[in-house]
């Protein structure tokens, strides 16, 4: 069973920056093509960056311009950049596949304060 876990979250001000790690315990993990999700308080998970095995990445139309999305194949871990935080960013934002194939870690809380 792979593991997933997310850390790097915290508490923000509006404009500010966090930067979210996920380390899978995944041997396979440079041949799959990864996600970061986040599901705020009463709304469904959604999908807000995905990064392909080669580098190709994808972003929510509401994150695109601010978050940018890595991964560093070497220490099995993907990274999600935050900058320009906006109080609708709060979330727990969660680590997956694209095809949500693996078991879902604990997420880590982001908390954007206006």
């Known amino acids: 069973q792979v593991q997933l876990v997310e850390s790097g979250g915290g508490l923000a001000q509006a404009g500010g920056s966090l930067r979210l790690s996920c380390v899978t315990s995944s041997s396979f993990f440079r041949l799959v093509d990864m996600a970061w999700y986040r599901q705020a308080p009463g709304k469904e998970r959604e999908l807000v960056a995905s990064i392909t095995q080669d580098e190709k990445t994808n972003f929510t139309e509401t994150v695109k311009g601010r978050f940018t999305i890595s991964r560093d194949n070497a220490k099995n871990t993907m990274y999600l950049q935050m900058n320009s935080l906006k109080p609708e960013d709060t979330a727990v934002y969660y680590c997956?596949?694209?095809?949500?194939?693996?078991?879902w870690g604990q997420g880590t809380q982001v908390t954007v304060s206006s």
């Open positions: 997956n596949t694209v095809g949500m194939g693996y078991f």
